[in-house]
């Protein structure tokens, strides 16, 4: 309905990010009743604060490639260009 997972909308409500719902608990389970207004105020945090697509933000790419483990272990045999 949103566009975000159950785990993601969990802790959005466990950290307080969005209101809590009203809840009806009954026969030993909680049912949180959502309202068109609760439901608005999610899509709008999720607008502001939730980024499209799947994961992080990813970091730009360095022009440099990263050395390999071995290289930053071990100096070349000429000595360091430092």
Same mark, same amino acid.
């Given at each position: 309905?949103?566009?975000?997972?159950?785990?993601?909308?969990?802790?959005?409500?466990?950290?307080?990010?969005?209101?809590? &719902?009203?809840?009806?608990?009954?026969?030993?389970?909680?049912?949180?009743?959502?309202?068109?207004?609760?439901?608005?105020?999610?899509?709008?945090?999720?607008?502001?604060?939730?980024?499209?697509?799947?994961?992080?933000?990813?970091?730009?790419?360095? &022009?440099? &490639?990263?050395?390999?483990?071995?290289?930053?272990?071990?100096? &070349?045999?000429?000595?360091?260009?430092?």
């Amino acid at each position: 309905m949103v566009g975000i997972g159950k785990r993601t909308l969990l802790r959005w409500l466990y950290e307080k990010k969005v209101a809590e &719902p009203k809840r009806l608990t009954g026969g030993g389970q909680d049912i949180r009743l959502w309202t068109e207004r609760d439901v608005k105020r999610i899509r709008q945090y999720k607008e502001g604060n939730y980024r499209k697509g799947r994961g992080r933000k990813k970091k730009e790419m360095s &022009p440099f &490639p990263k050395p390999t483990e071995w290289e930053s272990v071990h100096e &070349p045999p000429w000595g360091s260009a430092k």
